[in-house]
């Protein structure tokens, strides 16, 4: 006699079991990746809007230094130009007393015998014109002026001999260049 057993039923639950524990694993993977995936999503969202925080403060600092630099441009500008009116104060105050130093100058080198008629003071240049008893005192005014520390390269453009009453007479027109003493004058460093 054989007794039968009926392992059917155990089978069955036995596989009702497992396919609720895989029912069960399963979901509760999904729900694990879901808490995983919902982690990484406010994570990366934290990183982001910290990101974008620093981005704006970078943004506003960087705009403060802008505006510094700027105003640091308008004080370079406004440095050039005050350099500039002094160094133009400086050289009309050497030039008010250059012209006094010239005509003294020029009145001490005049010989005897030369008469000026006319001094006009164009760009580097003075033009003379006059009157001499001779040519040699025209040269010898031409030698002072080239010997002088306030004059320079003289340079005879005309000379005519002509009769004035019953004496000869030489009209002159020369140049000579000013030379320019000390000038004081303020340079910019650049810094």
């Known amino acids: 006699m054989t007794t039968r057993i009926n392992l059917l039923p155990w089978r069955e639950m036995r596989r009702k079991e497992q396919d609720r524990q895989l029912l069960t694993i399963a979901v509760g993977a999904w729900i694990l990746m879901g808490v995983i995936i919902f982690y990484a999503h406010v994570h990366v969202s934290a990183l982001i809007e910290n990101q974008n925080k620093r981005n704006e403060f970078l943004n506003?600092?960087?705009?403060?230094?802008?505006?510094?630099?700027?105003?640091?441009?308008?004080?370079?500008?406004?440095?050039?130009?005050?350099i500039a009116r002094m160094n133009?104060?400086?050289?009309?105050?050497?030039?008010?007393?250059?012209v006094v130093h010239l005509f003294d100058e020029l009145a001490r080198k005049l010989p005897e015998g030369v008469y000026l008629g006319s001094l006009v003071h164009t760009g580097s240049n003075i033009a003379l014109k006059g009157v001499?008893?001779?040519?040699?005192?025209?040269?010898a005014l031409m030698r002072n002026l080239a010997a002088s520390d306030w004059f320079a390269d003289p340079e005879l453009e005309v000379i005519t001999v002509k009769a004035r009453g019953s004496d000869r007479v030489s009209e002159f027109s020369m140049k000579v260049k000013p030379v320019a003493k000390q000038q004081k004058k303020i340079e910019d460093t650049g810094t």
């Open 60 to 82: 506003q600092e960087i705009a403060k230094v802008e505006k510094e630099i700027k105003e640091i441009a308008e004080l370079k500008k406004k440095r050039a130009d005050l």
């Open 88 to 98: 133009v104060i400086y050289q009309l105050q050497g030039d008010r007393a250059k």
């Open 132 to 139: 001499a008893q001779s040519n040699a005192r025209v040269s």
